[in-house]
């Protein structure tokens, strides 16, 4: 079976600029969640989603993050304009069901540096 | 305070030894608790869920102290391959759900 999938998997831009990850689930899973990791530092979540509904987004930057599930399956994060405090592993994850109490399956993350 | 706390470690043990350690949690409400395994550069996975009763698997135990709000790892005849971050996931059920990582335990172990 497929696990999470994400890309890419290495991202480097300048601040200022646009970025985007995009995330498969596994399949049949209608939990999805973004996580932001800083090295030394345990995942924090950014949104979770059931099916296409963002559930939790309070610990979302509006003012430069977005994301987007739009049928329910795959996700899109964005950040736009970037800043050099964004550089991070940005983890997505899935479980099956409609409670966090599920365990839950990363994808591999994707590095993203800022310069 | 934060909501889930663990000693960042790092916790150096002799292989074959015996090493536990504790992850508190600030927020009576917490309902689901988890310890996750995260080896360096790689994505988190669950290690084992913990559950009032405790459990047992292997070489791992996982405890539940409601009254003191503490969850623990404890980790018997330790092999090499042990050597990762522990992090102990919190799932907070009252208002809304919300489920909460802590900063991880490192541990290295010495051959």
């Known amino acids: 079976e497929a696990g999470v999938v994400q890309s890419p998997r290495y991202k480097i831009i300048e601040k200022k600029q646009p970025v985007a990850f995009w995330c498969n689930p596994i399949?049949?899973?209608?939990?999805l969640y973004w996580y932001l990791q800083n090295l030394g530092q345990g995942p924090e979540l950014l949104i979770r989603y059931e099916n296409e509904e963002a559930v939790d987004d309070s610990q979302l930057p509006k003012d430069r993050f977005s994301a987007e599930r739009l049928k329910g399956v795959d996700s899109t994060l964005k950040i736009q304009p970037a800043e050099l405090g964004d550089s991070a592993v940005y983890l997505c994850?899935?479980?099956?069901?409609?409670?966090?109490?599920?365990?839950?399956?990363f994808g591999p993350g994707t590095r993203l540096t800022v310069l | 305070r934060k909501e889930v706390e663990q000693d960042p470690g790092p916790f150096n043990v002799p292989e074959g030894a015996t090493v536990a350690f504790n992850c508190t949690y600030s927020n009576s409400a917490s309902q689901s608790f988890f310890w996750y395994r995260q080896d360096c550069r790689k994505e988190p996975k669950l290690l084992m869920s913990?559950?009032?009763s405790g459990n047992e698997d292997g070489r791992f135990t996982a405890q539940l102290n409601r009254a003191s709000q503490y969850i623990s790892l404890l980790i018997r005849d330790s092999k090499l391959s042990d050597s990762a971050t522990y992090l102990c996931?919190?799932?907070?059920?009252?208002?809304?759900?919300?489920?909460?990582f802590g900063k991880g335990t490192r541990l290295h172990i010495l051959p």
């Open positions: 996931v919190v799932n907070r059920m009252n208002r809304d759900d919300k489920i909460i």
């Open positions: 994850a899935s479980s099956p069901g409609l409670t966090p109490a599920n365990e839950q399956f």
């Open positions: 399949s049949g899973h209608n939990t």
């Open positions: 913990v559950y009032s």
